[in-house]
């Protein structure tokens, strides 16, 4: 709903008051006399005491969807590009096998390893029967002490061979794992960055996996927003209890679309440069009804402000001096106050300036009103919506009504047929 709905209504209203006297001609008027002695009877309004409240956001921020979990799977050896077990665009799971580098040379290196592995186990054996055994002699006297040192020295040396080419037979294993690709996460795969029959080195990229749910977006709270959230993480509520909406334009069919998520994360610091804070939200995606890249808004529902004065956002006017509403004396007489606008809420109007608790705010429909105008307050339940919805529904009456005698009038202002034939 506009602003200042109320200015259009009678704007409306003084267009039918002209119409009339158009359609019906000039009256009698009533004497001045007669009008001074009739006195208006009070004008019945609802009327608000006002009063500090707790007054829920619902605001939007542009973000970017993304994928948290994209990865881009790369070569880690060095080979020809064998096979390509994928088609581009495919959901691909956790696992998958997706290329094949030269296993073959992976798989002759993995056998030359373990023969070598074999050979160091064989000299091992070898090096500790020498050194019981002449560990047996030095206790006999027919062998040196240097030469027994020299077998405990070739049977350690024996052991380290051993080490080592188990060591060797591991990373040939590891190797021989590297040329089958497999899908470290469940996505859509990308189009193949190398065809098959090329070679690739280890760091080449071969192709992009975007995990398409969940989705995440990252977007920057301005700074009273983050501390007003911080505030309610502070008294008790949980970052999970504030929904987030994701509504994306354009989708079905023309219409816009929405995604439900929760808040996930706030940040710790004010950026210096934008004097906002980093929050991200996270919204399940199991149909892959949106894509990572697409431009949306994010709304926060359960955001508030707290301690602030606010009206219906009927209640608000244009004045010579700017935005006001209508105040009663203690004579229960309309008075203009210029007020200054904060943040729009649903259907209500913060005030940032220009009331104080305890002032009685016009908040009803202020078409007709005038400062010093009598009114007789009617009890205001604290819907906003209800009193927004009424003046929005009696806007559209009196268009209406509007049309409908312009309409007449145009028609009464033609002369017949006959008329003008006698002309």
Not at 252 to 258: H, I, R, V
Not at 280 to 287: C, G, I, L, R, Y
Not at 379 to 384: I, K, R, Y
Request: aromatic share 4%; charged share 20%.
């Amino acid at each position: 709903m506009k602003k200042l709905i109320h200015s259009h209504r009678a704007s409306l209203g003084a267009l039918l008051a002209s119409l009339a006297l158009a359609a019906c001609g000039q009256e009698q008027a009533e004497t001045p006399q007669q009008g001074e002695q009739q006195e208006a009877p009070p004008h019945k309004v609802e009327v608000a005491e006002m009063a500090r409240q707790n007054i829920p956001l619902d605001k939007s921020y542009p973000s970017l969807l993304r994928s948290d979990d994209e990865v881009v799977l790369v070569a880690r050896v060095n080979g020809f590009l064998e096979e390509r077990h994928f088609e581009p665009g495919q959901l691909v799971e956790e696992g998958d096998s997706l290329y094949t580098i030269e296993p073959d040379l992976y798989q002759a290196t993995v056998n030359q390893r373990d023969a070598d592995l074999q050979s160091a186990r064989a000299e091992l054996f070898r090096a500790q029967r020498d050194a019981q055994r002449f560990e047996q002699l030095l206790s006999q006297n027919s062998v040196s002490r240097q030469q027994y040192d020299q077998a405990l020295a070739d049977q350690r040396v024996a052991q380290a061979s051993v080490a080592q080419a188990e060591a060797a037979l591991t990373s040939a294993n590891l190797d021989l794992g590297y040329s089958q690709v497999t899908a470290p996460v469940s996505g859509m795969i990308s189009l193949s960055q190398v065809n098959v029959g090329n070679l690739v080195t280890s760091g080449t990229e071969l192709a992009t996996i975007t995990p398409l749910d969940p989705l995440e977006v990252r977007f920057q709270l301005p700074q009273r927003d983050a501390f007003e959230l911080r505030r309610q993480l502070s008294d008790g509520s949980d970052l999970s209890d504030l929904r987030a909406l994701l509504s994306i334009p354009g989708v079905s069919g023309g219409s816009d679309f929405e995604l439900e998520g929760h808040l996930d994360f706030l940040g710790s610091r004010v950026d210096s440069g934008t004097s906002t804070v980093q929050a991200s939200a996270t919204f399940e995606n199991p149909d892959a009804t949106v894509l990572p890249g697409q431009f949306v808004r994010v709304r926060i529902e359960g955001l508030q402000r707290f301690d602030v004065m606010a009206v219906p956002e009927i209640a608000v006017t244009q004045g010579l001096m700017g935005p006001q509403v209508f105040v009663l004396d203690e004579d229960d007489k309309a008075r203009a106050r210029t007020v200054v606008l904060g943040e729009v809420a649903g259907p209500w109007q913060i005030i940032r300036e220009g009331l104080a608790p305890g002032d009685r705010v016009i908040v009803g429909d202020t078409a007709g009103l005038e400062p010093g105008m009598v009114i007789e307050a009617l009890p205001f339940n604290g819907n906003a919506e209800a009193i927004v919805a009424e003046a929005e529904q009696e806007e559209a009456q009196q268009q209406a009504q509007a049309a409908q005698a312009m309409e007449e009038g145009a028609a009464g202002g033609q002369p017949a047929e006959g008329e003008e034939g006698a002309q």
